[in-house]
């Protein structure tokens, strides 16, 4: 059962005064759909004016707290519904007619909103339990969890932790069948956007919960607020802050290049195959020039960025007693420097290995913790492992995980050492002492300790093989949250280049067989730069999966978001406490964290059986599934065109199953690249896979355009905000307040098209439609 400690919620509204207020976010708009008349009249857009009344409350996230260029995203704590609303509908159930949202900062003078433009919201997720349902924390076991597989397909934003999430769960298998739900999830027009875009139903159309009690958020927002050129609050103008360099937004732009979660040199990729680093034998694929082995071998051989751990020298040879291709080796006197050398002789003697004449290696690399291995064919085995001197820390070495059983040792927060195999997520077995410890020392707040082994050739002794053969060797490490070993608090993986320092006894780094466009698979990894100020940590596999026409556009296009190896930016470069910044740029106004609240305003009514009719939540992607990279477009770019006032759009389409009776579409995307996006219906025996299906041949049920700020058309200016937008969402229901009936998809194929401006290029664009519907 979950046990919120972080009682941020609002006074109760409507049911305390006797009478609603008004709309906390003004006026809004709405998208006409095909056939609809009056909307803008008939449609009770304020929802005191609702039929039948409605009485409001509010909710407050626990605090969200940031530097410049840092993401927050991850699963808040819950929080308790107001008291008032809890003893009102105890064994009841309240329908949710729409809610409204801001990002906040509690005042001594009330709620004073802030700006998106100073804290971007990038997406939220939030859900409410009531009666039969509680929340409960979570903690997965590996990638391949399928809990984590389950929840990851079911939410077109992912996870912001594959370690732990707050997971709905029913008091008992009973409560399913129970008329009235007892949990929601509570989403849509949920970016950018979400402040001034309309989260309603028609009349009639609402979420129902039974009993509720309590709601947890999951926002994922980004802070782009330049401390000395911006208000915090309303009014400001925005000012670009420091950008990393694969940032695409142009100078002097009303949109900070950190929205495009860019790549940065923070991040290394680790990609499965591509490249190999063989000790014994030959390459059976062979790197063919010296360009692509300088390249090859960093990105193999120094997972860190910009080769913080290590710096390449490079040397071309043409020699008969080395192997053809690719080689590497580690100079003996300092282990941070590797020699990258490109044989092009094609004729090399037989008996010319890879590694076949080495008996003494050297490396180093960092990661939580930082470590350096030396290996002597006389003197025996030297290793040095530094981390926080006031917990324990640890490294299993040939591990990428914990169910790899790894030798590991561990040094205690006293600076005692041990060794243990490791068991899958279990301390496992504590191992007699292999080494012994010349010396500990503390300077700084780190912890150093010197290892040493006599014998590097005994095959009785854990890491034997390791130690004769080197090579890029995996490991794991973490960090403790106290002195003596526990669970961990931080951990990662990294890789150890442990080479030859022997002339003549190089390793060889092998091509592997390239994995298809959109195949590859891999892992973006944070590299902490260990200055204070910088949180990030951690890595994330890559998830996009880009399925073939006419699915979606993307794969055909060969669009970067679809493959790791050529992945740019978006989403997946953004997780909690990353900063967007490049690792030698230092995250400025340190001293300055803005700390504010995402607060909620839910409109609610009585349910009455005989009118209200509950609505469910589906999402339907066209992109990877749901982001992309819009390309900087020009005549020779796929699905570009150029308008008549010269700017560049770039177009993408999918087709899909469609499921139950519309009541409501938010097609999320971003600024400032959104122009439109529309959803069709297609004609009556279309098939899956059928690629005939388009715009020409199909009924249009919504197309929705976003509406840009500073053009006039928003109502409240301190959300009036130049370069952000709101998205109208369709509904239907009643023509009575100016609506079509909903649509039945149920076997039926629909088609989406989404344009984009293409002037310019942007990573991490969205093309993600948010349905609500019946059964």
Not at 387 to 400: E, L, M, Q, R, S
Not at 741 to 770: C, D
């Amino acid at each position: 059962m979950s046990t919120p400690v972080c009682l941020v919620v609002g006074l109760l509204a409507g049911f305390a005064s006797g009478g609603a207020p008004d709309n906390m976010n003004g006026e809004y708009i709405l998208s006409k759909t095909p056939g609809s008349s009056g909307t803008d009249e008939k449609f009770p857009k304020r929802f005191r004016d609702y039929p039948g009344g409605a009485e409001a409350f509010d909710v407050y996230s626990p605090p969200i707290t940031t530097l410049y260029s840092q993401v927050f995203w991850t699963a808040l704590d819950p929080v308790v519904l107001p008291d008032d609303v809890i003893k009102r509908y105890a064994n009841q159930t309240i329908a949710v007619i729409g809610f409204e949202m801001d990002q906040v900062r509690k005042t001594d003078a009330g709620d004073v909103s802030v700006p998106i433009s100073v804290a971007y919201n990038h997406h939220f997720e939030s859900q409410m339990v009531g009666e039969g349902y509680h929340f409960e924390k979570i903690y997965f076991d590996g990638e391949d969890d399928p809990r984590l597989r389950e929840l990851e397909s079911s939410m077109g934003h992912h996870l912001p932790s594959h370690e732990w999430h707050w997971a709905v769960k029913p008091d008992d298998e009973s409560v399913a069948s129970s008329s009235a739900p007892g949990a929601q999830a509570f989403g849509g027009a949920n970016g950018g956007e979400y402040r001034k875009s309309y989260h309603g139903y028609a009349p009639g159309y609402v979420q129902l919960i039974r009993s509720p009690r309590e709601m947890q958020i999951t926002p994922m927002q980004i802070d782009t607020w330049h401390r000395d050129k911006m208000n915090i609050s309303y009014p400001t103008s925005f000012v670009a802050g420091p950008l990393p360099r694969n940032s695409l937004a142009p100078e002097g732009a009303d949109y900070s290049g950190l929205l495009e979660c860019p790549v940065t040199t923070r991040l290394r990729k680790e990609i499965e195959g591509g490249y190999s680093v063989l000790m014994r034998g030959t390459c059976q694929n062979l790197i063919h020039t010296a360009q692509e082995c300088f390249a090859a071998g960093p990105q193999q051989i120094d997972l860190s960025s910009e080769g913080a751990n290590h710096t390449f020298k490079t040397q071309q040879i043409d020699s008969p007693s080395l192997p053809q291709g690719c080689l590497a080796s580690t100079d003996p006197h300092n282990s941070s420097n590797i020699l990258l050398t490109f044989n092009r002789h094609s004729s090399s003697d037989a008996g010319s290995q890879c590694g076949s004449k080495s008996a003494n290696f050297r490396g180093v690399s960092s990661d939580l913790v930082s470590m350096s291995v030396g290996v002597d064919a006389k003197n025996g085995v030297d290793i040095t492992i530094t981390g926080p001197a006031d917990v324990w820390f640890g490294v299993g070495f040939n591990a990428t995980m914990m169910k790899d059983l790894p030798w590991t040792i561990i040094v205690d927060g006293y600076g005692n050492v041990t060794e243990r195999h490791l068991a899958d997520h279990h301390p496992g077995t504590l191992l007699k002492p292999s080494f012994h410890t010349k010396s500990v020392s503390v300077q700084g707040g780190l912890r150093t300790v010197v290892l040493s082994r006599p014998n590097a050739s005994d095959p009785s002794q854990p890491g034997y093989a390791l130690f004769q053969q080197g090579g890029l060797i995996p490991y794991i490490n973490a960090i403790g949250g106290s002195k003596v070993f526990a669970y961990h608090t931080a951990h990662g993986s990294n890789m150890l280049p442990l080479f030859p320092t022997d002339d003549g006894s190089e390793a060889c780094i092998c091509a592997e067989k390239p994995a298809p466009f959109g195949s590859a698979k891999g892992q973006l990894v944070y590299q902490n730069t260990k200055r204070p100020q910088d949180k990030g940590q951690g890595s994330v596999g890559f998830p996009n999966k880009c399925q073939p026409k006419p699915r979606s556009d993307l794969l055909s296009m060969r669009n970067p978001t679809c493959d790791i190896r050529y992945y740019q930016g978006g989403q997946t470069s953004c997780h909690h406490m990353w900063s967007l910044l490049d690792a030698d740029q230092e995250i400025p106004w340190a001293d300055q964290p803005i700390t504010y609240h995402i607060k909620f305003r839910f409109w609610v009514q009585p349910y009455k059986e005989n009118y209200h009719t509950n609505v469910l939540r589906t999402t339907w992607g066209i992109a990877s599934p749901v982001e992309y990279d819009v390309p900087k477009c020009s005549e020779s770019v796929d699905g570009c065109a150029q308008a008549k006032d010269g700017t560049w759009v770039h177009t993408i389409t999918g087709t899909f199953a469609g499921q139950g009776s519309l009541t409501a579409a938010h097609f999320h995307c971003h600024a400032p690249t959104c122009l439109s996006m529309a959803l069709y219906l297609c004609p009556e025996g279309t098939k899956e896979g059928d690629d005939s299906c388009n715009q020409t041949n199909a009924q249009l049920l919504c197309d929705e355009r976003p509406v840009y700020g500073g053009t006039g058309q928003i109502d409240l200016p301190k959300m009036d905000e130049p370069g952000f937008i709101l998205q109208p969402p369709c509904l239907w229901g009643d023509e009575e307040f100016g609506l079509t009936a909903p649509p039945n998809t149920t076997n039926r194929i629909l088609h989406a098209v989404k344009t984009a401006n293409a002037t310019i290029g942007h990573h991490g664009e969205m093309a993600w439609m948010q349905m609500y519907y019946h059964v």
